[in-house]
């Protein structure tokens, strides 16, 4: 199994920045993605950003975070980070790290226990 917790959230005003991270633990050589995705209060859990943990970096982005929003990782630390720049109000969520993992009898997705972002007007 594969453990995530995350950090770094918090309150900021509107276009300022902040950088989210998400340490994993457990099966980390199984793990095949990491991204982070985000909820609002009456909304739907929404993709925000995966990566590959391959030799080769795969990165995916939503829409309405592209080109503010950056994903990294550091294998050394088994930890995964976002940063968020020139936030917006409608970016505030709760902001769940992800991890899908190689496991048998087929793969399997594990989730932090989320993370606040309140942006501010």
């Known amino acids: 199994q594969v453990q995530l917790v995350e950090s770094g959230g918090g309150l900021v005003q509107a276009g300022g920045s902040l950088r989210l991270s998400c340490a994993a633990s457990?099966?980390?050589?199984?793990?095949?993605?990491m991204g982070w995705y985000r909820q609002a209060p009456g909304k739907q859990r929404e993709m925000v950003t995966t990566?590959?943990?391959?030799?080769?970096?795969?990165?995916n982005y939503a829409d309405s975070v592209k080109g503010r929003f950056t994903i990294s990782r550091d294998n050394a630390k088994n930890t995964v980070y976002l940063q968020m720049n020139s936030l917006k109000p409608e970016d505030t969520a709760v902001y769940f790290c992800?991890?899908?993992?190689?496991?048998?009898?087929?793969?399997?997705?594990?989730w932090g226990q989320g993370i606040q972002v309140t942006v501010s007007s």
């Open positions: 992800y991890a899908r993992y190689s496991s048998f009898p087929g793969p399997r997705n594990s």
């Open positions: 457990g099966s980390i050589h199984n793990i095949n993605t």
């Open positions: 990566i590959t943990t391959g030799n080769i970096e795969n990165t």
